[in-house]
T-cell receptor, first 111, second 119 residues
Framework: QKEVEQNSGPLSVPEGAIASLNCTYSDRGSQSFFWYRQYSGKSPELIMSIYSNGDKEDGRFTAQLNKASQYVSLLIRDSQPSDSATYLC???????????FGTGTLLAVQP | GAVVSQHPSWVICKSGTSVKIECRSL??????MFWYRQFPKQSLMLMAT?????????EQGVEKDKFLINHASLTLSTLTVTSAHPEDSSFYICSARVRGHNPSNYGYTFGSGTRLTVV
């Protein structure tokens, strides 16, 4: 089992729709969870972080965490073409105490 | 704040030569820096963790004699790819952990990456 699993996509959504990105992780000791956005050829940029079970909202983005299910998600409301990128899920902490990345989900927002 | 400057942004070198990549924390002290490598259409793979003033810790499968890491100061970490070969061509990214105001609130900030092409 991979440490961090994401659907590679591409996930295609029309402009203005909600994009839902999912991630599962194997290390139950993970304490913090980060979502990064990476445009092609660029380095990752932090979108959101979440530490507690439940929802955390920041503008058009909502992160959801369920530690019991080892599941974290990112919702993007009112998706824009500029949101088209690869979204990386990265749990931190636990046994390795390192930031481990999933393979990422490629999001394509269609104008 | 919390900017990591990485240079060069891209480099082409001949097979057998060495290449040095620098990462500087501009407005904070980075006691620990992380070096990642990313091949096309793949995720970031952690190569090593460098700590200021001590030896780097390498991940399993990463050759420490090939990828030399030096973290001589609180603001500078370097990765040297020695005797580079075409299979070392990749996107190399450094990262530093940044502590926020809340002890539980922190993140990792990334350099802009270095595209290495070995010909």
């Amino acid at each position: 089992q991979k440490e961090v699993e994401q659907n590679s996509g591409p996930l295609s959504v029309p402009e203005g729709a909600i994009a839902s990105l999912n991630c599962t992780y194997s290390d139950r000791g993970s304490q913090s969870f980060f979502w990064y956005r990476q445009y092609s050829g660029k380095s990752p940029e932090l979108i959101m972080s979440i530490y507690s079970n439940g929802d955390k909202e920041d503008g058009r983005f909502t992160a959801q965490l369920n530690k019991a299910s080892q599941y974290v998600s990112l919702l993007i409301r009112d998706s824009q073409p500029s949101d088209s990128a690869t979204y990386l899920c990265a749990p931190w902490g636990g046994a390795t105490n390192k930031l481990i990345f999933g393979t990422g989900t490629l999001l394509a927002v269609q104008p | 704040g919390a900017v990591v400057s990485q240079h060069p942004s891209w480099v082409i070198c001949k097979s057998g030569t060495s290449v040095k990549i620098e990462c500087r924390s501009l407005d904070f002290q980075a006691t620990t820096m992380f070096w990642y490598r990313q091949f096309p259409k793949q995720s970031l793979m952690l190569m090593a963790t460098s700590n200021e003033g001590s030896k780097a810790t390498y991940e399993q499968g990463v050759e420490k004699d090939k990828f030399l890491i030096n973290h001589a100061s609180l603001t500078l970490s370097t990765l040297t790819v020695t005797s580079a070969h075409p299979e070392d061509s990749s996107f190399y990214i450094c990262s530093a952990r940044v502590r926020g105001h809340n002890p539980s609130n922190y993140g990792y900030t990334f350099g802009s990456g270095t595209r290495l092409t070995v010909v």
